[in-house]
T-cell receptor, first 114, second 113 residues
Framework: GDSVTQMEGPVTLSEEAFLTINCTYTATGYPSLFWYVQYPGEGLQLLLK?????DKGSNKGFEATYRKETTSFHLEKGSVQVSDSAVYFC?????????????FGKGTLLTVNP | DTAVSQTPKYLVTQMGNDKSIKCEQN?????MYWYKQDSKKFLKIMFSYNNKELIINETVPNRFSPKSPDKAHLNLHINSLELGDSAVYFC????????????FGPGTRLTVL
């Protein structure tokens, strides 16, 4: 089946540092790609998504571009804040019709220090 | 207003017991899900329901039985709890089975002793 591979964490940065979290995928079709974020003690929230090749998703200063040629969807932010400390999940959609589902990567814990 | 809510937030129980987790969404969505997140944060889908009907069952042991009394509720009942069932269980919902965005509840941390 389809799968998602994320860079291993944890990632620790100082405030205002540049962030990249790598995500690559394998898929038989043309999935949509997502980044979800889980803040401490909370459920997951959609951060951004891209539905086709070369689309760029963006939200709250985070960006990710759907790269079909490298099967990647890396998450970037130019200047992280302490409040960005969370677990970040890359995900893809697979299947069709009633079998449609999300497959998640293993998550990357980000800690931002003041 | 909480979009997707779960109860209880924490559940501690002994091996062999039977327990239930409840989930409710007030978003008017047709589709609901249960996910299991293990101690390493790996998140995997267990079940998906659409309009009260099961549409995805990801080879979950039959000790786990979801029940959807209406499309706003999806409860998870677990029989004969085992140590390996300890995890955080998340409920989620989406507008339809093919809608990309899923909305997650806050999770239920189950600890089996």
């Amino acid at each position: 089946g389809d799968s998602v591979t994320q860079m291993e964490g944890p990632v620790t940065l100082s405030e205002e540092a540049f962030l990249t979290i790598n995500c690559t995928y394998t898929a038989t079709g043309y999935p949509s790609l997502f980044w979800y974020v889980q803040y401490p003690g909370e459920g997951l929230q959609l951060l951004l998504k891209a539905t086709k090749a070369d689309d760029k998703g963006s939200n709250k200063g985070f960006e990710a571009t759907y790269r079909k040629e490298t099967t990647s969807f890396h998450l970037e932010k130019g200047s992280v804040q302490v409040s960005d400390s969370a677990v970040y999940f890359c995900a893809l959609s697979e299947g069709g019709g009633s079998n449609y589902k999300l497959t998640f990567g293993k998550g990357t814990l980000l800690t931002v220090n003041p | 207003d909480t979009a997707v809510s779960q109860t209880p937030k924490y559940l501690v129980t002994q091996m062999g017991n039977d327990k239930s987790i409840k989930c409710e969404q007030n978003l008017g969505h047709d589709t609901m899900y249960w996910y299991k997140q293990d101690s390493k944060k790996f998140l995997k889908i267990m079940f998906s329901y659409n309009n009260k009907e099961l549409i995805i069952n990801e080879t979950v042991p039959n000790r786990f039985s979801p029940k959807s009394p209406d499309k706003a509720h999806l409860n998870l009942h677990i029989n004969s709890l085992e140590l390996g069932d300890s995890a955080v269980y998340f409920c989620a919902s989406s507008l339809s089975p093919v809608t990309d965005t899923q909305y997650f509840g806050p999770g239920t941390r189950l600890t089996v002793l």
